[in-house]
């Protein structure tokens, strides 16, 4: 049988590094075996999803050189790859389940679900859904619907015995079915959750083995259950370790920059960061740690996948891509990879309207705008001693201005303009002193080009990433800090 693989991203925020992670064993796994690699969209939440997020995420993947068969922007014979697009086809399992007697309907309220949670948890049980729901009968069910009250639908687990989830890299786990939940399968508006339309799709678009994260071992009982249930294979499944911080905690952008465009904007090569990742799960038969996508899938074999915890230590990165710097690229490939990078007429076209009026000689450009190629700003606590501004509100209003930049994503002059009028106005503080510590954070100094311009030309994970790098130069945001400076926020 031909190997199928996907990655099913969620489009909800920036194009994680972990995307790309599962993304290249999927795909090195599909091409070593001559088979095929799927990309799909899982945007069942569709409060969080955008079109913009997933954009960036096929942008992301399509640099480091990723490029899937099938998926929803080139289609292919399982379409549509975008789960929004698919709600019928879950509509349909999910009425066969019940009509089968694996599922039913529930309309239990949040209250009631809350106070069951709440009592569980306190007398130390797991918390699950108890059964409440199960026992309605025909009519009882026919009238509320009928007055149209609100439900989902629940799958059946038993209560007894044990589940073995059997991946092919950590042999068999038990899981005890009393420590899974009678999972909701379609939500109150009629979406799917994950593990319904993930079953489904894997199942119609013919995926045969399943990569990705630990974090779903203990979903896969529901997932096998249901399987079972709908009367279809069970694909194989790998799950793969998660990729740490160095202090060995979940990756995350508090401690590490996760956004592969953030990568990007560096001036990383993307061959490098491929290796990178590659080198954090898997290793040549020969031990050498520098090798192409090409190299990999030619000697991969998805049993060597290590199981150790891999710290993304941006350092090491930064090594490696220094050595394909020096080793990998002659002056010429150089020149043409800095050019693409940032070094370009478009990007030169961008820039010279912020400073044109400014130079009388093109010597005075470098340092104008130099910030504009720069990684982060070699800034401290004394590039912060601003006049009018207390250190105390530094951290404040660059930890606001951060929260709304990460919800942002319209990433023009205009809108980033009016983003920070309306923190200012809410705060009920001047604009000017809510830029002043932006001006230092993006551009290492207290005046610069136009703020919402250079932002706007850096984009969104370079501006991000500086805002960070100047919240961690003011000696960071405590937890507590951070839990002080949220209710404030939530209250503006
Ligand atoms: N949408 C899920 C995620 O983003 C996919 C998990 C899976 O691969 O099954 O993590």
Redesign the pocket.
């Known amino acids: 049988m031909k190997i199928r693989t996907r990655v ?3 489009p909800t925020g920036d194009p994680h590094v972990g995307t790309a992670y ?1 993304a290249l064993f999927s795909y090195c796994h599909a091409k070593k075996n001559g088979g095929e690699f799927v990309l799909r969209i ?1 945007d069942t939440d569709a409060e969080r999803s955008t079109p913009e997020s997933e954009q960036v995420i096929l942008d992301s993947l399509r640099w480091l050189g990723l490029d899937w068969d099938e998926g929803p922007d080139v289609d292919g014979p399982h379409g549509p790859y975008r789960q929004s697009e698919r709600s019928e086809i879950y509509t349909k399992y999910a009425q066969q389940l019940m009509d089968d007697g694996h599922a039913f309907r529930c309309f239990c309220s949040k209250e009631r679900l809350d106070e069951m949670r709440a009592k569980q948890m306190s007398s130390g049980e797991t918390a699950r859904y108890d059964g409440h729901c199960l026992g309605l009968s025909q009519e009882e069910i026919n009238s509320r619907l009928g007055a149209g009250e609100n439900h989902v639908v629940r799958m059946k687990v038993p209560d007894e015995g044990e589940c073995i989830v059997q991946d092919e890299l950590r042999g068999d786990i038990n899981i005890a079915w009393s420590q899974i939940d009678m999972q909701v399968l379609l939500k109150a508006d009629g979406y799917p959750t ?1 593990h319904l339309a ?1 079953v489904v799709d894997d199942h119609l678009m013919e995926i045969t083995d ?1 990569i ?2 630990e974090e ?1 071992i203990n979903s896969a009982p529901k997932h096998i259950l249901l399987y079972e249930y709908l009367g279809w294979d069970m694909p194989r499944l790998i799950h793969m370790p998660l990729l740490r911080n160095p202090d060995k905690s979940k990756l995350s952008k508090r401690k590490n920059p996760t956004s592969i465009g953030f990568y990007k904007a560096m001036g990383f090569l993307p061959e490098a960061v491929l290796n990178y990742l590659g080198m954090l799960g898997w290793s040549m038969p020969d031990g050498e740690e520098k090798f192409t996508l090409d190299e990999m899938i030619e000697n991969f074999d998805i049993m060597r996948i290590s199981l150790g915890a891999p710290v993304f230590d941006v350092e090491k990165l930064k090594w490696l891509n220094g050595r394909w710097l020096r080793e990998s690229l002659d002056e010429e490939g150089f020149a043409d990879r800095i050019a693409e990078w940032a070094y370009n007429r478009e990007n030169l076209l961008r820039i010279i309207p912020l400073v044109k009026e400014r130079v009388d000689v093109f010597s005075e450009l470098a340092p104008m705008i130099g910030f504009f190629a720069e990684g982060l700003p070699d800034v401290s606590e004394e590039s912060f001693q601003l006049k009018g501004v207390e250190m105390e509100n530094v951290k404040r209003y660059l930890q606001f201005s951060l929260w709304r930049l990460e919800a942002h994503q319209d990433w023009q002059r205009d809108s980033l303009n009016q983003l920070f009028n309306d923190l200012a106005a809410e705060m009920g503080i001047k604009i000017r002193d809510l830029l002043a510590p932006m001006f230092v954070a993006i551009s290492g100094k207290p005046v610069a080009p136009p703020l919402f311009d250079s932002m706007a030309v850096l984009g969104p994970d370079m501006t991000r990433a500086r805002v960070r790098n100047a919240l961690t130069a003011i000696g960071g945001v405590s937890k507590k800090q951070v839990k002080k400076l949220e209710k404030e926020y939530r209250q503006l």
């Open positions: 099913a991203p969620s599962m899982e994950y993930v399943i990705r994260g779903w």
